[in-house]
DNA sequence: CTGTTAGCGCCTTCAA
DNA sequence: TTGAAGGCGCTAACAG
């Protein structure tokens, strides 16, 4: 049988009180006892339970999440995760405060990162734009001892706990790969379509796919990358100019979001000059792209995973418990039009 | 705040030892104070506490995995899968029994299934082979109210309770289209190598992969499917044989495990008549080959996944829960160079 | 048929 | 610095 409190207590010579003392290593024990006690833990292999343990202590986890207000399909995906994860909020004692920011402002985000540390929530999970003002911010969040996650794209330069997000280097290099053997002919000009530079994971995609393309297919011709800010209808208008101004366009990389515009925009090019597409996040937009052969394939990351992942890391951070690395990474989901979910 | 059985205890009038009655669907109460209760329920929107509940059922779930005794990476990853569910079987009230199976043996698989069902336990997994004699007795286990998932391969013409593994149908798909696409050229030969026909999850791959073939490729030719019965030996005596004789083949899709045996061919063919190789389950062995460019592509089930959802799904079962399908639903991972883990 | 009572394993006052 | 006692939300004897 599992040991227990009880049987550490008995083992060691001491009461139960004490014995919860040590495990949870508060203050008032002096050190023979709690080296007993330590002893007691290790011969008798006890390892808390850690269900019961949340259950007389009836805690609850206020957790702030930090979202930019950007009407996209992926970010209305990471809201609809986030309602999901409060309807389970009751079991899993977490409290989810969903705090909208502006999209792509890295004042407004540290900003919102300050006023979120002052209500001393148990975490916070943000969306980051890599500028030195919300690095600053999040210093500040992680000296107050608050437990601080990235979501999605990542922040350089700070100590933050733990990224939930895919490795977007690996993203970029995994697309220009696809889109490299997929082009087929050794000729052409590949497109490059972005959301913005001043998010990590956009430029860590785009570099990445740019040393990829150059090494492995050097006689296709990249483009300068065009910045949509994820917004359906600047991408719509940049996709379209660009089509109607050359016309030996093999193949198109989106990085970012948007797709809404891009789809319509390839809607219009005539079928033979179709270049190959590889676009990321799988929506409604995308998945029905892909079904049609507008898109080849779509590189996904599951934003209920990563909420998951987030709420878990929290957790355990607030906890002072470790985080199973292995089991927080997030993949990256390839979809062709033949293993859609 | 959230309602607790006090709070419908009181709320119905009643005691206690009757909300919990009526919560476990028990019997010995009688329907007009069931009414009175399930509507306190419904009113105050009542989620019984499940951490709560275990720790006073102080339940264990006894849980019973067949596995086939085959040594190639994918099982071996699956044991591995098992022991670490071993090891967190404590907090999770779980105790998992490993039982070995030959393989691709239905006589003993159908033997194997009825000896677990006699220790009664709380569910059983195994991982199928598509036969009468294993249908009749996985029939026997249901019949026997003991909670039955497939793991990895599943059984046809079963009410099995839940199936833990890929769309293999998908996953033939999506080698086809892969593999089609980065043969680039029109001519030349496919090969196909399988373990066995025998089991479900090979056939499906097959088929699809054939169809889409047909459909989308109709120049390339497929050759003859080749069992390698997941043994590296054979295999490799196969694959070897195959590139002896034949210098056409621009493609080989590997979709049974054994690879070890496939990529030790495949070094002795001379580099510029390699072929497109598409295989399954990442292993030490796919790989290095990935790395190496021995073979483009990988689809990968992971093991972990589907043991851990096969043991939720059991404890749900067990418990007359539902499964949230959505949740259980298993990936197909891509793997290229470029986004190993 | 219904209620009382004593735990499950752990944490937390309150006293000593 | 230590211990005793009560309780978290739920279940399970055992009585009525």
Do not use: W
């Amino acid at each position: 049988m599992k040991p227990t409190v009880h049987d550490i207590a008995s083992h060691a010579g001491v009461s139960l009180a004490t014995v919860d003392r040590v495990l949870n290593r508060r203050p008032g024990v002096s050190a023979r006892t709690r080296e007993k006690v330590d002893k007691a833990v290790h011969e008798l292999g006890f390892v808390r339970d850690v269900a019961a343990a949340n259950l007389a202590k009836g805690r609850t986890y206020p957790l702030t999440f930090l979202i930019p207000s950007n009407d996209n399909s992926f970010m209305r995906g990471l809201r609809l995760a986030l309602d999901e994860a409060r309807d389970r909020a009751g079991v899993e004692r977490i409290a989810i405060r969903l705090v909208d920011v502006p999209a792509f402002d890295a004042a407004a985000l540290a900003r919102a990162l300050k006023d979120a540390a002052a209500d001393q929530p148990a975490g916070i999970a943000f969306v980051a734009v890599d500028a030195p003002e919300v690095a600053v911010a999040a210093s500040e969040v992680i000296a107050a001892g608050i437990p601080l996650v990235t979501l999605v794209s990542d922040l350089s330069g700070t100590e933050r706990d733990h990224y939930a997000g895919i490795d977007n280097a690996a993203a970029g290099r995994t697309a220009a790969s696809l889109l490299g053997r997929f082009a087929g002919g050794p000729q052409g000009k590949v497109a490059v379509l972005a959301g913005s530079m001043l998010v990590r994971d956009h430029r860590e995609r785009c570099e990445a796919f740019a040393s990829v393309m150059a090494r492995d297919f050097p006689t296709l011709e990249l483009l300068p990358v065009l910045e949509g800010r994820d917004d359906p209808a600047v991408v719509e208008r940049l996709v379209a100019a660009l089509f109607s101004g050359l016309d030996d366009i093999v193949a198109l990389y989106s990085l970012g979001a948007g797709n809404r515009g891009l789809v319509k925009a390839l809607e219009s090019v005539p079928a033979e000059r179709r270049p190959v597409v590889i676009a990321h996040e799988l929506t409604e937009t995308t998945r029905g792209a892909l079904q049609s052969g507008l898109i080849d394939a779509v590189l996904n990351q599951d934003a209920g995973h990563e909420v998951r992942s987030a709420i878990r890391v929290l957790k355990a951070k607030a906890d002072g418990l470790p985080v199973v690395a292995d089991q927080e990474r997030i993949r990256i989901d390839i979809f062709l039009k033949d293993n859609l979910p």
